[in-house]
Every structure is written in C-alpha cells, then in structure tokens.
C-alpha cells in the first residue's frame, strides 16, 4: 500500500497487475463517494465495474500507464478540482480515456440541480443561501490567495468555517496571520465567485450543507443524510451526474463496447 493513503487502497502497481489480468469493463475512481454515485453505472454497462484507486494523482498515473493494460476497456474519472478554473491540463484535453466532473467535484456533480432541492421548504432554501453566502466570503478569498501563490488550507467542514451553520459566521482568524491576514475580496469578485459556488466550491463543504440541511428537518430527513449519495444516485434526475454517466458510455463505446 502507499504510504499516506488509505489503506484499504492497492498500490498503482498492483492495479495495473490486477488489470492485466482482466477483460471486465472498469471505470477507475478516486475515492468513495465517486463509487456510491455510479453504482448505478454497473446496470447501465453489464459486466462493468467500478474500482476505486485512492487518489486523483493515482487515477492519473493509470491513465498514463493505460498500453500496460490495453486488453480491457477503461474509463477513469477525475474530480476537476482546482481545473475547473485553471482548465484540464494540456496532456490531459481530448483523452478518449478521460472523463471529468462538470463542477469541482463528483459531489457537486451529484448534489447541485439534483432532486435532494425537492425536500427543501422556503425557509431551508433561505438558510442554504445564507450559508453560501458566507462560504462565499471564505471561498473568494482562497481564489484570490491562490491567484498570489498563497496557499490557504481548504480541508475544514464547514463549521471550522463559518461556525454554527445555523448562524453562520466567517471565522476569518482561521485564515489569517500576521503575514497574510483576511481581506475582504471586492464586491465583484464576491459575486462573480458566487455565481459559480455551487459548482465551483470544493464538494466536501457542499455536501456537508445539504446533509446539514437534511438533520435540522427532523429524524425522517437525518436518516437521508447519511445515505446522501446513495438517496440522490436512486432518485436519478441529477443533470450532471447524468453528463457525467453519458461521457462515460461514450468512452466505452469508442473502445468498441457495446451498451
């Protein structure tokens, strides 16, 4: 196993063995929450597989090394990340093999237009603008850092954010100190930012606020929450996790599978 990764996680090495020896159809992911979301891929492509590689980077280094295992069709799937503002990187545009979340990750492939919104009354979309708002602030301000070369942690939940989501409050001393203290972005990077946050902000911290959501509504919804990807893959209708789906069987239909 890798060390700093997960151990539940084969080495690169020991996928590629693994896929030499194979002939199932296999969409490589990173983590977890990709696997809960396609599950439903497995039905659409009979005999197809999703296997879980631990890691962007380790989901990429399979790509590159793609002839050792050239007998068995192959899809791999990235979170965009931080390419859905720099774009996908030259070595990587137009690989047929290659297929990336729309938003910044699957999450918000997943979660973003999805019908987890038909659960939602007046009020709990008012407190989902709300904390968007002030994730706004905190997400705005790691763009502009970044834009400088500055690197600002963006691993937090969201109440290492903003505090109490019921009461959200950016905690701004988390993302200071003397040599880079908080700054307010500007009013128009704070709209442009949040124009595209839903999409555009890590997914982590945009599930975190749906499940949020989910609990405050009573025990029924706290039960959803907790099968949040699961619950949103079942109900279908997800816009871009549909993309997402399509690019895929097309990746496989290039490679001559029939679905």
């Known amino acids: 196993m890798n060390a700093g990764r997960d151990k539940i996680y084969p080495t690169v090495d020991e996928i590629v063995a693994t896929l030499a020896r194979s002939s199932e159809p296999t969409v490589l992911v990173e983590g977890r929450q990709d696997m809960s979301a396609l599950r439903k891929l497995e039905d659409l492509v009979v005999g197809s597989s ?8 380790a989901v990429l280094s399979l790509l590159e090394r793609r002839l050792e295992f ?7 799937l990235v979170d965009l990340d ?4 720099d774009g996908i990187p030259d070595k990587y545009e137009g690989n047929v093999y290659l297929v990336t979340t729309s938003g910044y990750s699957i999450e918000n492939d997943l979660l973003f237009q999805s019908r987890v919104f038909d659960f939602y009354d007046d009020e709990d979309m008012k407190k989902y603008n709300q904390v968007l708002d002030e994730l706004n602030r905190w997400w705005a301000f790691v763009l502009l850092q970044r ?13 290492g954010i903003i505090g109490d989501p019921a009461n959200p409050s950016l905690k701004e001393e988390r993302f200071s100190d003397a040599s880079n203290p908080f700054v307010e972005p500007c009013s128009e990077f704070l709209r442009s930012s949040r124009e595209c946050l839903e999409m555009g902000i890590r997914g982590h911290q945009y599930a975190e606020l749906h499940k949020f959501l989910l609990v405050q509504k009573g025990k029924f919804y706290k039960s959803l929450a907790g099968g949040l990807y699961v619950m949103v893959g079942t109900l279908g209708d997800s ?13 496989f239909q290039r490679q001559g599978l029939s679905i």
Do not use: T
């Open 50 to 57: 999703i296997m879980s590689c631990g890691s962007k980077d």
């Open 70 to 76: 050239a007998n068995v069709p192959c899809v791999f």
């Open 82 to 85: 931080f390419w859905y503002y």
């Open 147 to 159: 834009g400088r070369g500055i690197k600002v942690s963006i691993q937090d939940g969201i109440r």
């Open 239 to 251: 816009p871009h996790l549909n993309r997402v789906v399509s690019s895929i069987k097309e990746a």
